[in-house]
């Protein structure tokens, strides 16, 4: 992120006149810096979508609501989940967990590549922790695996027709298949 808004600034303050240029930097890059930060929130809201879609398969909850987080000492966790289960697959690497729903027949074969991808570039950050910095390409891969993931969560727990599912769920392979031919990853 750094280095695109220090690239970003240099071509602005070479382009606009010394009147314009603080403009920018008041209003204009602090909603840039935003969009690229909701990016990176897109990894991790995508990283929680799937671990919800694993426990919904597995049948972690035993109502219709959903957690995210469950407190050690709530004494009411029993009656909406399995709480063993829960925090089992809340320790679960991300790549099997979309193994598993590849395996479940959850997550089509496109959309399970565009998502490894992701956990891949993501995973780059541990390598060179100083160094490291997401690219756009990056970026707007969280963000494509964010709505694909997105969608498939909406399939597992809406009540559409069984077409309508289907048509979701050919739309994010599709979708996935077409993002990584033309992408450069």
Do not use: G, Y
């Given at each position: 992120?750094?280095?695109?808004?220090?690239?970003?600034?240099r071509d602005v303050e070479l382009n606009l006149c010394d009147k314009c240029y603080p403009k920018y930097l008041g209003f204009i890059e602090p909603g840039i810096r935003e969009l690229i930060v909701t990016r990176l929130d897109d990894m991790k809201s995508m990283e929680s979508i799937i671990t919800q879609m694993v426990m919904i398969h597995k049948g972690v909850f035993k109502t219709d609501m959903i957690f995210i987080a469950i407190g050690k000492r709530d004494e009411n966790n029993h009656e909406y989940v399995q709480e063993n289960l829960f925090h089992k697959i809340k320790k679960w690497p991300f790549q099997t967990k979309i193994d598993y729903l590849k395996k479940a027949q959850i997550l089509p074969e496109s959309c399970h590549t565009l998502l490894d991808k992701a956990r891949?570039?993501?995973?780059l950050i541990h390598e060179h922790p100083l160094v490291h910095r997401f690219t756009d390409e990056e970026l707007e891969l969280f963000s494509q695996?964010?709505?694909?993931?997105?969608?498939?969560?909406?399939?597992?727990?809406?009540?559409?027709?069984?077409?309508?599912k289907q048509g979701i769920v050919s739309s994010c392979e599709n979708l996935s298949q077409r993002y990584l031919e033309k992408s450069n990853l």
């Open positions: 992120m750094r280095r695109t808004l220090e690239q970003l600034r891949e570039r993501r995973n695996a964010h709505n694909i993931s997105a969608n498939l969560l909406r399939v597992m727990t809406v009540n559409f027709p069984e077409d309508v």
